[in-house]
């Protein structure tokens, strides 16, 4: 009852509590009045549209989390003594990384540790991971919270590529400068929530953003893979999700003087949950093994290198060119 009604608080919804305690609403509902009715209290104020907490509401969170992280705690500090670990852990991810490194491996930690029980929840948007009540999360990218623990796992390359059917048709972009000047198709991962659209490209004068626009767009990274092979555009990848397909030439590098910024695949875990032995386990099990198979992944192929300029350089001077000769009408 206690933790229905925190997951109610956090997520400001009975139905999305309902969902992450695996209930229905109506079970969810029954547990919030049958709490209130013990405290004498009204724990939130319901409307048809919104689920705001009252005032004893927000005081009782408080007292409720605090029950809650004590019963983990003694609940990890029992399985640390035995050795047995058990439980369920939440872990989080975006797409291409949880298909290509987390489900091939969940069969073998549950194999490893079978008292313990996962639950995956995929998503190239960006996790909340106190809301989504998650445990541990590989995290693509920089990152802002500072309550969460961070262990790097691998700083991974990336690489703007097309299929060669689209190269044929709109030419090769050399650079960033061209993709917008060609007015290029380019393939963007956006959500609700993204801070910006523009990719950021190393040049010889430093890293740039620019502007990049296309007709297809989607918050599904693997769906954006999927068009730049169909010759829909071009898109930029992390090397260890395209680099197969660099391999067998059904996507080329384009834009190759001005190549992406590397990204940070990271694990990340909230501090208190670092006392949890399930979470121990799971973050040393599958930390090596997505080392090794990136690794493998990436092997051989080549990226791009950047001759960055120094800040007092001039840029190189622009060969003239003669204008073009205007068209000299036949004699009569």
């Not at 991971?129 to 500072?146: K, N």
Request: glycine share 8%; proline share 9%; hydrophobic share 40%.
């Amino acid at each position: 009852m206690i933790r229905m009604f925190v997951r109610v608080y956090e997520l400001g919804s009975m139905s999305a509590a309902a969902r992450d305690q695996r209930t229905s609403p109506a079970v969810a509902s029954g547990r919030i009045s049958e709490l209130e009715k013990h405290l004498g209290v009204r724990l939130f104020n319901r409307t048809t549209r919104k689920l705001q907490p009252t005032e004893n509401g927000r005081i009782f969170y408080e007292g409720a989390l605090g029950i809650l992280h004590a019963i983990e705690d003694a609940e990890a500090a029992v399985a640390d003594a035995t050795q047995n670990p058990r439980g369920v852990l939440f872990v989080g991810a975006p797409l291409g990384v949880g298909r290509r490194f987390l489900g091939p491996f969940v069969p073998d930690f549950k194999a490893a540790y079978p008292l313990i029980d996962l639950r995956l929840r995929l998503s190239d948007r960006i996790i909340d991971v106190t809301a989504e009540g998650l445990d541990v999360v590989l995290h693509l990218g920089r990152l802002e919270d500072s309550a969460l623990k961070m262990r790097v796992i691998a700083e991974c390359p990336r690489i703007l590529c097309a299929a060669p059917g689209y190269v044929a048709r709109r030419g090769m972009p050399q650079d960033g400068a061209a993709l917008i000047r060609d007015r290029h198709d380019c393939l963007n991962l956006r959500y609700p929530g993204a801070k910006e659209f523009q990719w950021a490209l190393q040049t010889p004068a430093g890293v740039q953003k620019f502007d990049i626009s296309g007709p297809y767009e989607s918050d599904d990274g693997d769906v954006l893979t999927d068009w730049a092979l169909a010759g829909h555009g071009i898109v930029l990848k992390p090397l260890f999700e395209v680099g197969a397909y660099l391999r067998t030439g059904q996507l080329v590098p384009v834009a190759t003087a001005t190549p992406p910024l590397p990204v940070t695949l990271s694990l990340l875990t909230p501090h208190r949950r670092l006392r949890d032995p399930k979470v121990r386990l799971f973050a040393d099990f599958i930390v090596g093994r997505i080392r090794t198979d990136m690794a493998a992944l990436v092997q051989g192929l080549d990226l791009p290198e950047i001759e960055v300029r120094p800040k007092d350089a001039q840029p190189p001077k622009q060969p003239h060119r003669q204008p073009p000769r205007k068209p000299q009408p036949d004699p009569a």
